[in-house]
């Protein structure tokens, strides 16, 4: 009994052991820089973007391949079940060997083939020149070189979104926890209020605008607690997380804008550098080959081939006991275009205008780059600015706050003051996250402009 007791023990120690070990594991800790690098690697872009990355590469075997042997087998077995005849002048056939009634001037009915047949073949093919072909080899590799970049240009996406999803999380954090914070000094300045009036001193009026203001507080809660769940919603989507993976921010909304406004910015940058340049300076690349590609339809095209073939004829369906013949053929294929009524000509010129544009867009992109990095700096030194009017702000209206509460506490203002002044200070407390908010993805925007995200 005591044994049975002792294992029953041990199994449930065990069994609990296991299930804080599993909490362990299906809980991930992330800080900012750790979400966007998970995020780097498991978003659903990226992952996508690595499978075209893939397919890139086997594109370019794909188009070595064309300029290789290539070998076909071809195999056929048939049936007449009419056998096809032909019509031939009785003069040249014998006398002795027409058909009773056949004369000069009639047809005599003939038949050259036998109620089966079958064949096999082997083909082999070898391009010996096209111009298209080696036009083709470069443009794989600029067509990688694209796609790689495309990942580049993603994983920069996705670290923007999820920084942003990041701070508006913390946001909501902040935000319900300073609302926490508001509602329990209501319920108590209501208990206070409440004494007060059953003893002559407040009105009943000043209770239910307690009341009020605690039932506001408690809406902002219940608020904010939506808001922080739907933007953990949208991180892990961000992230590439599953939808009800259990995660915990470590990073800390005001530590981070502490850290970030305490950071230099990158220096040495160029916008020649910069993901968004490569992309059209790639097109670019793209379409210069797609006009010498254009130019190269002017020359010919070689190409040798080989074949080696039998076939084998009976009147009964087994042929392959019967002898079959075999015929092999090699030779060269020459195609020279000669005139398209100015066809080529007219797809070259177009194809040169679209090379000219892409240079235009390579200029304007670069261009671009200028203007939005100088831009997203501005931004981000005005949202220094604008955060510490906020911090300065929420100092004030809190102090305001905490002595109009003392003053109502002792009878000297009245309920709707203290709504008032609680209204600012809330308003205030909102407006000072916001503005912390906006100061990092200003950040987040600046690094993104210069392409050092």
Same mark, same amino acid.
Request: net charge negative; no cysteine; hydrophobic share 40%.
């Given at each position: 009994?005591?044994?049975?007791?002792?294992?029953?023990?041990?199994?449930?120690?065990?069994?609990?052991?296991?299930?804080?070990?599993?909490?362990?594991?299906?809980?991930?800790?992330?800080?900012?820089?750790?979400?966007?690098?998970?995020?780097?690697?498991?978003?659903?872009?990226?992952?996508? =973007?690595? $499978?075209? +990355?893939?397919?890139?590469?086997?594109?370019? *075997?794909?188009? %070595?391949?064309?300029?290789?042997?290539?070998?076909?087998?071809?195999?056929?077995?048939?049936?007449?079940? &009419?056998?096809?005849?032909?019509?031939?002048?009785?003069? %040249? %056939?014998?006398?002795?060997?027409?058909?009773?009634? %056949?004369?000069?001037?009639?047809?005599?009915?003939?038949?050259? =083939?036998?109620?089966?047949?079958?064949?096999?073949?082997?083909?082999?093919?070898?391009?010996?020149?096209?111009?298209?072909?080696?036009?083709?080899?470069?443009?794989?590799?600029?067509?990688?070189?694209?796609?790689?970049?495309?990942?580049?240009?993603?994983? +920069?996406?996705?670290? #923007?979104?999820?920084?942003?999803?990041?701070?508006?999380?913390?946001?909501?954090?902040?935000?319900?926890?300073?609302?926490?914070?508001?509602?329990?000094?209501?319920?108590?300045?209501?208990?206070? @209020?409440?004494?007060?009036?059953?003893?002559?001193?407040?009105?009943?009026?000043?209770?239910?605008?307690?009341?009020?203001?605690?039932?506001?507080?408690?809406?902002?809660?219940?608020?904010?607690?939506? #808001?922080?769940?739907?933007?953990?919603?949208?991180?892990? $989507?961000?992230?590439?997380?599953?939808?009800?993976?259990?995660?915990?921010?470590?990073?800390?909304?005001?530590?981070?804008?502490?850290?970030?406004?305490?950071?230099?910015?990158?220096?040495?940058?160029?916008?020649?550098?910069?993901?968004?340049?490569?992309?059209?300076?790639?097109?670019?690349?793209?379409?210069?080959?797609?006009?010498?590609?254009?130019?190269?339809?002017?020359?010919?095209?070689?190409?040798?081939?080989? @074949?080696?073939?039998?076939?084998?004829?009976?009147?009964? *369906?087994?042929?392959? #006991?019967?002898? *079959?013949?075999?015929?092999?053929?090699?030779?060269?294929? +020459?195609?020279?275009?000669?005139?398209?009524?100015?066809?080529?000509?007219?797809?070259?010129?177009?194809?040169?205008?679209? *090379?000219?544009?892409?240079?235009?867009?390579?200029?304007?992109?670069?261009?671009?780059?200028?203007?939005?990095?100088?831009?997203?700096? @501005?931004?981000?030194?005005?949202?220094? &600015?604008?955060?510490?009017?906020?911090?300065?702000?929420?100092?004030?209206?809190?102090?305001?706050?905490?002595?109009?509460?003392?003053?109502?506490?002792?009878?000297?203002?009245?309920?709707?003051?203290?709504?008032?002044?609680?209204?600012?200070?809330?308003?205030?407390?909102?407006?000072?996250?916001?503005?912390?908010?906006?100061?990092?993805?200003?950040? +987040?925007?600046?690094?993104?402009?210069?392409?050092?995200?």
């Amino acid at each position: 009994m005591k044994l049975g007791r002792l294992l029953l023990f041990f199994i449930i120690v065990f069994w609990r052991a296991g299930l804080v070990a599993q909490s362990d594991v299906d809980t991930l800790s992330f800080s900012l820089e750790e979400a966007m690098n998970y995020a780097s690697k498991h978003a659903y872009q990226k992952v996508s =973007s690595e $499978f075209d +990355i893939k397919s890139a590469k086997k594109k370019i *075997w794909e188009t %070595i391949a064309t300029g290789l042997p290539q070998v076909d087998f071809s195999a056929g077995y048939n049936h007449a079940i &009419d056998v096809p005849v032909s019509l031939l002048p009785a003069e %040249i %056939i014998p006398e002795d060997m027409r058909p009773p009634g %056949i004369g000069p001037g009639d047809k005599v009915p003939v038949s050259f =083939s036998t109620a089966y047949d079958a064949n096999y073949s082997f083909s082999a093919t070898q391009m010996i020149f096209k111009g298209s072909y080696f036009v083709g080899l470069k443009a794989t590799q600029v067509f990688l070189d694209l796609t790689r970049h495309q990942d580049v240009k993603t994983e +920069i996406e996705i670290r #923007n979104a999820v920084a942003k999803a990041y701070f508006l999380v913390l946001s909501a954090r902040d935000n319900y926890k300073a609302f926490q914070e508001n509602l329990e000094v209501n319920r108590n300045t209501l208990r206070e @209020t409440e004494v007060m009036f059953e003893n002559g001193f407040r009105e009943s009026m000043d209770v239910s605008q307690i009341k009020l203001m605690v039932r506001e507080a408690e809406k902002q809660i219940v608020e904010m607690k939506r #808001n922080e769940e739907v933007a953990m919603a949208v991180l892990r $989507f961000s992230m590439g997380l599953e939808e009800n993976q259990e995660i915990v921010l470590v990073d800390k909304l005001e530590a981070l804008s502490e850290q970030m406004v305490v950071q230099e910015d990158p220096k040495g940058w160029s916008p020649m550098e910069h993901i968004d340049y490569k992309i059209a300076n790639t097109n670019s690349e793209s379409q210069e080959l797609l006009l010498k590609n254009a130019k190269v339809q002017y020359l010919p095209e070689i190409s040798a081939f080989y @074949t080696f073939q039998k076939t084998g004829y009976g009147d009964e *369906w087994n042929v392959f #006991n019967d002898e *079959w013949y075999k015929a092999q053929f090699v030779g060269l294929s +020459i195609t020279m275009p000669i005139f398209s009524s100015g066809m080529r000509r007219a797809q070259v010129q177009q194809q040169k205008l679209a *090379w000219q544009k892409s240079l235009n867009e390579r200029q304007q992109t670069l261009r671009s780059i200028q203007t939005e990095s100088l831009t997203a700096l @501005t931004n981000y030194y005005s949202a220094i &600015d604008q955060m510490d009017i906020a911090r300065e702000s929420r100092a004030l209206a809190k102090d305001i706050y905490d002595k109009t509460r003392v003053k109502f506490a002792n009878g000297i203002v009245g309920s709707f003051e203290l709504n008032q002044q609680q209204g600012q200070y809330v308003q205030a407390q909102i407006n000072y996250v916001n503005a912390v908010v906006n100061f990092l993805n200003a950040r +987040i925007d600046y690094l993104r402009a210069i392409g050092m995200l």
